[in-house]
C-alpha cells in the first residue's frame, strides 16, 4: 500500500471549483426526506430497517450515519443527488464514504451504487435489477472479502468488474473507500486515504476486446510432432519377464500346529506381494529425436479491436442518483460521510473534517470496550472453574 501523490497534495492543494454533486453526514432525522426505502423492492417481511445511530463506539455521539439492523434481510435506500452528474464533462468521478462493521461481519455487502435516471428513477422499487453507473465498496462472505469495483459499459451493455480483486477492511471499525475515475480512462482506489489500486480501464477492466487473436487461417501442421519422448526401440522385454507371478506364498508362514488336513482341508501357506514383480512391462523412454516443441498458434492483429476514448463515460447520460442495494446475512453495518465530487481534492479535505477528525476517539473507545469484555470473560472462566472445583471437594 502506498499514498497516492494525488492524495498527498490533496492535503495541501486547493479546491477552488470543484463541484459538489451530493454530500450525505446523516446527523440528524432530515435525512429521511432525502432518502427514500426501496419498499417496492421486497415484502416487508424481507427487507430490513435502517436506524440512525453512532453506533457502540464513537469520537462523538452526535455524529451519526445510518445501521442495518436486521440479519437475513434485504436493504434497499436510495437518493437523488444534488445535481447531476454528466461525464460529457470530461471531469473526475469521485465516489467516497465510510463503512463501520461493527458486527463482525460474516457475510454481507456494503457497497455504494451511482445510477441514471433522472426523473423517471423509481426510487420505491429500486433493487438488484435497477440499471447502474457504478458499484463500488466492500463485499465479504465467507472467504470472499473483496472491495468492488463495477463500471457499466453501454456498447457491451454488461457491468464489468475489476479482473484482479481490490482488498477490504474486515475489522470493527470504521474505513474510507474513496474511487476515482478519471476522462484519461484511468482508475484509483483508495482506503483510508492509502492508495490500493490504480490501473488503466483497458488493462484493468474487459471493456475492449483483445488486441490480437489467434490467426483462424492457421492450423497445426499433421507432421507436427509435439511428444517430448518415445518408448526406446532397443530397449526389449526380459525373457520369462511375463512369468513373474504378482503374488507368492509367504516363505515364512508355517501350519498351524492344531491344523486337521482331514477336518480342515489340505493346508496352503498364504499369499504375499512377489518383491521381484514389477508390474507390466512397458519399455523405458529417450528423448524424442523428432520433437519440435509446442506449436504455438500464430496470432493476428484482431479486426475488431479499436481503443475506446469514452470507457470512463459511464453517466454519459448523467448519474442522477446514489443509493444501497444490500443482503446482510448479519447485520450492524454503519454508513457514513457520502460525497460524491469531480475533486479528489475536495473529497480529502471532506475526510478530514469527518472521518479522520473522529477516527482515534472511535479506536479509542473500541479498545477501551475490548478490554472490558476481555476482563469480563476471564473472570466468568475465573468463575467457573472456582465452581468446578468446589464440586469436586
Not at 472491495?147 to 454488461?158: A, L, P, R, S, W
Not at 523428432?290 to 447520460?317: L, T
Request: hydrophobic share 30%; charged share 35%.
Amino acid at each position: 500500500m502506498k499514498f497516492s501523490l494525488l492524495a498527498a497534495a490533496a492535503l495541501c492543494g486547493s479546491t477552488v471549483n470543484a463541484e459538489i454533486y451530493f454530500k450525505e453526514q446523516f446527523n440528524d432525522d432530515s435525512w429521511k426526506d432525502r432518502w427514500t426505502v426501496s419498499s417496492d423492492w421486497k415484502s416487508k417481511s424481507e427487507l430490513g430497517e435502517w436506524t440512525n445511530t453512532a453506533g457502540k463506539f464513537y469520537a462523538d455521539e452526535s455524529d451519526k450515519g445510518i445501521q442495518t439492523s436486521q440479519d437475513a434481510r434485504f436493504y434497499g435506500l436510495s437518493a437523488a443527488m444534488t445535481k447531476a452528474f454528466n461525464s460529457s464533462d470530461k471531469k473526475d468521478l469521485v465516489i467516497q464514504y465510510s463503512v463501520k462493521h461493527e458486527q463482525k461481519i460474516d457475510c454481507g455487502g456494503a457497497y455504494i451504487k451511482l445510477m441514471p435516471g433522472g426523473d423517471k428513477f423509481e426510487a420505491t422499487k429500486f433493487g438488484g435489477d435497477t440499471p447502474y453507473a457504478v458499484m463500488f465498496g466492500p463485499d465479504i462472505c465467507g472467504q470472499t472479502k473483496r472491495t468492488h469495483v463495477i463500471f457499466h459499459y453501454d456498447k457491451k451493455e454488461d457491468n464489468l468488474l475489476v479482473k484482479k480483486d481490490v482488498g477490504c477492511e474486515t475489522d470493527q471499525l470504521s474505513h474510507l473507500y474513496t474511487l476515482v475515475l478519471r476522462p484519461d480512462n484511468t482508475f484509483e482506489v483508495f482506503v483510508d486515504n492509502k492508495s490500493v489500486r490504480s490501473g488503466k480501464l483497458d488493462e484493468e477492466f474487459d471493456f475492449l476486446p483483445a488486441k490480437e487473436i489467434k490467426d483462424p487461417d492457421q492450423s497445426k501442421p499433421e507432421d507436427w510432432v509435439d511428444v517430448r519422448e518415445i518408448p526406446d526401440p532397443e530397449d526389449v522385454k526380459p525373457e520369462g519377464y511375463d512369468d513373474i507371478p504378482e503374488e507368492i506364498p509367504d516363505p515364512d508362514a508355517t501350519k498351524p500346529d492344531d491344523w486337521d488336513d482331514e477336518d480342515d482341508g489340505e493346508w496352503e501357506a498364504p499369499m504375499m506381494d512377489n518383491p521381484e514383480f514389477q508390474g507390466p512391462w512397458s519399455p523405458k523412454m529417450i528423448p524424442n529425436p523428432a520433437y519440435k516443441g509446442p506449436w504455438e498458434h500464430p496470432m493476428i492483429a484482431n479486426p475488431e479491436y479499436s481503443y475506446d476514448d469514452n470507457m470512463y463515460a459511464v453517466c454519459k447520460d448523467g448519474c442522477t442518483h446514489v443509493g444501497f442495494e444490500l443482503w446482510q446475512v448479519k447485520s450492524g453495518t454503519i454508513f457514513d460521510d457520502i460525497i460524491i465530487t469531480d475533486s479528489l481534492e475536495e473529497a480529502q479535505k471532506f475526510a478530514e473534517d469527518t472521518f479522520f477528525k473522529k477516527k482515534e476517539g472511535e479506536k479509542a473507545m473500541f479498545d477501551e470496550a475490548e478490554k472490558k469484555r476481555r476482563e469480563e470473560e476471564e473472570a466468568a472462566m475465573a468463575d467457573e472453574d472456582d465452581f468446578d472445583m468446589d464440586d469436586m471437594e
